[in-house]
Structures are given as structure tokens and as C-alpha cells.
Nanobody, 115 residues
Framework: VQLVESGGGLVQPGGSLRLSCVASGFPFTTYTMSWVRQAPGKGPERISYILADAVTTHYEDSVKGRFTISRDNAKNTLFLQMNSLKPEDTANYYC?????????RGQGTQVTVSS
């Protein structure tokens, strides 16, 4: 299993970023996938997941209405569109298998929201 995230960076409050996660080594099209973030000194927070059907999604209240999860099963890629970013969104973001985000995971990509 390999999961490789990209798209993080430094952004001002109110800005947007789009994260990507390219998957390989397992049948991506049959797996529920999650985005998880971990801020310094805090535990991991599963913020969203999407079922294999690419339609059914779930968001935690902390990101609902601002973040959008999606996937392209033809390209084995998971996405997270993040809008209206806040300083409290600063964290390492990683993708993981399973609805709880506790399965196989990537190394993550750092998102820093600061003026």
C-alpha cells in the first residue's frame, strides 16, 4: 500500500488549497478513504471520509461547509478542497484507508494558515 499526499503549503486566512492523495498497491476503487489531520501537540482528527461509490461523504463539524472531499477512481486519487481556511486548520494532513482513518496512511502534507 502506498499513499502519497501533495498540495499543502502556506496560505493566508480565508484562502484555499487543494490536497491530493495518489494511491497504489491496493484496490483503491473498493475502499472507503479518509482525510485525517494532526496539529502539533494534538491527536489525529479524522475530518472527512468518502465511500467507494464516490458519492457518499461525511464531514466533521469543524470543516463542514468549507472542505469538500472527492475522488477520481479512474486515477486512484483522493482530493480535499479546502476553502475559507482558518489558522486552526494548520496541521499535517494525510489520507488513510477506512472510514475512521486508522488504516494504511501516507506521510502527509503540511498546511499552514497564517498571515
Amino acid at each position: 500500500v502506498q499513499l502519497v499526499e501533495s498540495g499543502g503549503g502556506l496560505v493566508q486566512p480565508g484562502g484555499s488549497l487543494r490536497l491530493s492523495c495518489v494511491a497504489s498497491g491496493f484496490p483503491f476503487t473498493t475502499y472507503t478513504m479518509s482525510w485525517v489531520r494532526q496539529a502539533p501537540g494534538k491527536g489525529p482528527e479524522r475530518i472527512s471520509y468518502i465511500l467507494a461509490d464516490a458519492v457518499t461523504t461525511h464531514y466533521e463539524d469543524s470543516v463542514k461547509g468549507r472542505f469538500t472531499i472527492s475522488r477520481d477512481n479512474a486515477k486512484n486519487t483522493l482530493f480535499l478542497q479546502m476553502n475559507s481556511l482558518k489558522p486552526e486548520d494548520t496541521a499535517n494532513y494525510y489520507c488513510a484507508t477506512g472510514s475512521m482513518g486508522r488504516g494504511s496512511r501516507g506521510q502527509g502534507t503540511q498546511v499552514t494558515v497564517s498571515s
